[in-house]
């Protein structure tokens, strides 16, 4: 019975990798896609008859050199992402502002971000306990405006 080669076993981790990255995270996981870059490296090294330690720190090594590049491409994917993208679920919500250490913060999705106030409105217009709507993402900064429901004044 043949052994299978190690740049199969590394093919199979990466494509299983990438795989998962389109089925649970909907291609938004830099950190699968990062994992799957460095097992497909490991499979070209295999490839190249490198030992095992090579292989694995030839993976190790392109991690570290594919790691600025997802990141910079998870960065141009989400940038300015609207609310109106996570299923509806921020679009029609009020939140309030919270204090979070040194900064303001807002609660949404079961995790806490930091805030900053759409162009056109004021920061000074953000206090602890103001209403305000989430517009979009840009990294983890929730990008915020009051509410005018429950703020009487014009932003313009």
Do not use: C
Request: without cysteine.
């Amino acid at each position: 019975m043949d052994i299978v080669d190690p740049w199969v076993i590394w093919l199979a981790a990466a494509l299983i990798l990438f795989a998962l990255d389109i089925l649970v995270a909907g291609g938004a996981s830099g950190f699968l896609l990062l994992f799957s870059l460095m097992t497909l490296a490991g499979a070209i090294a295999a490839m190249l008859g490198l030992s095992l330690h090579v292989q694995i720190a030839f993976a190790v090594v392109s991690g570290l050199v594919f790691l600025p590049v997802v990141l910079y491409i998870m960065r141009r994917i989400t940038r300015g992402q609207r609310a109106q993208n996570n299923d509806g679920r921020l679009a029609s919500e009020v939140f309030t502002l919270e204090q979070d250490g040194t900064r303001l913060s807002v609660k949404a999705l079961g995790d806490t971000y930091p805030v900053k106030a759409e162009v056109g409105y004021d920061s000074s217009d953000l206090a602890v306990g103001t209403k305000v709507r989430i517009l979009r993402f840009e990294g983890i900064t929730a990008i915020v405006r009051p509410d005018t429901a429950t703020d009487s004044t014009s932003h313009h």
